[in-house]
């Protein structure tokens, strides 16, 4: 499996902006599905952002606008740009890519590979 390693969470106020990493290791994920989950406490794990080999990418409605989801593949790193925050976007943020590609079956095919998480919290 890929080795994911996510940074770059923070404190932030509502209206700011924090640009989340995450460095794989191992084996390329391209052209693997990439995405980016978040998960805020009591509350069950969304999807917010996946990016296919092609890099069509796509958006959980709540994000949509604010959110923008890229990776660079020379430097085997999968980036979330997150501005406008809102306090509702407080969650512990991370990364995952699938073993296989799925092509335009990234919104339904099984993210198996995960890294720790970060945490970013927005205040009012």
């Known amino acids: 499996q890929v080795q994911l390693v996510e940074s770059g969470g923070g404190s932030v106020q509502s209206g700011g902006s924090l640009r989340l990493s995450c460095t794989a290791s191992?084996?390329?994920?391209?052209?693997?599905?990439m995405a980016w989950f978040r998960q805020a406490t009591g509350k069950e794990r969304e999807r917010v952002a996946i990016?296919?080999?092609?890099?069509?990418?796509r958006y959980a409605d709540s994000v949509k606008g604010r959110f923008t989801i890229s990776q660079d593949n020379a430097k085997n790193t999968l980036y979330l740009q997150m501005n406008s925050l809102k306090p509702e976007d407080t969650a512990m943020y991370s990364c995952?890519?699938?073993?296989?590609?799925?092509?335009?079956?990234?919104?339904?095919?099984?993210?198996?590979?995960w890294g720790q998480g970060t945490q970013v919290t927005v205040s009012s």
């Open positions: 995952a890519a699938t073993d296989y590609d799925y092509g335009g079956s990234c919104p339904v095919a099984p993210y198996t590979n």
């Open positions: 191992g084996y390329t994920y391209s052209p693997y599905c």
């Open positions: 990016i296919d080999g092609d890099g069509r990418t």
